[in-house]
């Protein structure tokens, strides 16, 4: 497997001139009118099917980013996958109960999963619940409140340091798992564990909201109510086929361990993936079936785009062997070298 080299270190930059080139609205950028447009569209829309909020709002106007400065504008290009993987998400409450009324599959799932990894004739889930302790509880619901912020960390960390062909793969990846995620609870949607145990194998109910199971003892511990506000908004009740808990940590790793410059992370970033794994059982919202789905899932997005990026790669590559430097500047090659990490 090819690790990303480490491209040159750009010269430092004091903080005066850093706090200079974010805050100040550019003088020379040329303006455009359509990425703000859309934000506007964006909650023009929503305000029009119903259930506006403030962060439908602050969504569209980041829109105005590309307005700002060269560097709000470079922001909102790298970072728009994420954006509008939420918007998207967000969407899906206007058409998901509808479109998996009467297909949702609640006795299958449990019973292969009781068959392929039962344990004294419990599914490990059962098991689990049963052998819970406080400090799982909180190491594991403490992974399943984050994990979303270790996927945004390690983008902010690639942004901050100039790998921007990495994390455009990066963000392309989280957009693309989650598209896919999105598909399956369409095609095939699934009840949650906590589900079953909670209301048994009957015709799935259409009247529910997401439930945080399991993960509320974290919050009674620490007398927080996190995941009451978090699984309060959701809407993907039978959403347990795959588990894109178990994707966004994975992703993240491959992306540390190709990208030479973040060594350092590789070790964390395996654990978080290991405990996430186990959160996601433990927790009471995943089958061991959803984990190796939500693995698979992962393994698909990244070799779709590792796919889809190699004629351009290859054409790179060609142009660096080529004409290594036909322009005289000593930046070329390195960029070159940057669009072809990921060949």
């Known amino acids: 497997m090819r690790v990303i080299a480490d491209l040159p270190t750009a010269p430092r930059v004091s903080l005066p001139v850093l706090a200079r080139e974010w805050l100040f609205p550019s003088r020379t950028m040329k303006r455009r009118i359509l990425p703000p447009a859309i934000g506007l569209a964006y909650v023009a829309a929503i305000a029009a099917l119903g259930g506006l909020r403030s962060d439908h709002v602050f969504i569209g106007l980041l829109g105005l980013l590309d307005l700002y400065n060269e560097k709000t504008r470079l922001f909102l290009a790298q970072f728009f996958p994420f954006i509008a993987t939420g918007a998207i998400f967000d969407s899906m409450r206007y058409f998901y109960w509808p479109a998996i009324d009467g297909r949702v599959h609640v006795a299958g799932p449990y019973l292969l999963e009781r068959d392929w990894f039962g344990i004294g004739g419990q599914t490990p889930n059962e098991w689990l619940d049963a052998h819970h302790t406080a400090g799982l509880d909180l190491a594991c619901g403490f992974a399943y409140l984050v994990y979303v912020g270790e996927y945004l960390a390690v983008a902010f960390l690639l942004f901050f340091r100039r790998r921007f062909d990495a994390l455009r793969t990066f963000a392309l990846c989280f957009l693309l798992v989650n598209l896919l995620g999105f598909a399956t609870y369409f095609i095939y949607p699934v009840a949650p564990p906590w589900y079953v145990a909670q209301y048994g194998f009957g015709p799935a109910r259409m009247d529910i909201q997401p439930a945080a199971a399991a993960a509320s003892r974290f919050d009674q511990l620490l007398g927080t109510h996190f995941f009451e506000e978090m699984y309060g908004r959701g809407v993907d ?107």
């Open 237 to 343: 009740v039978y959403g347990a086929f795959p588990s894109l808990h178990v994707a966004y940590p994975l992703i993240a790793f491959w992306i540390v361990f190709r990208t030479r410059g973040l060594r350092w992370l590789r070790a964390p970033a395996l654990a978080f993936f290991l405990l996430m794994c186990l959160s996601a059982v433990y927790l009471q919202h995943h089958y061991v079936l959803d984990v190796l789905l939500g693995i698979g899932y992962a393994g698909v997005a990244v070799a779709l785009l590792a796919w889809w990026r190699m004629p351009s790669s290859r054409k790179a590559a060609r142009a660096s062997s080529a004409q290594p430097a036909a322009s005289g500047s000593s930046c070329a090659a390195p960029s070159i070298a940057s669009r072809s990490a990921f060949e």
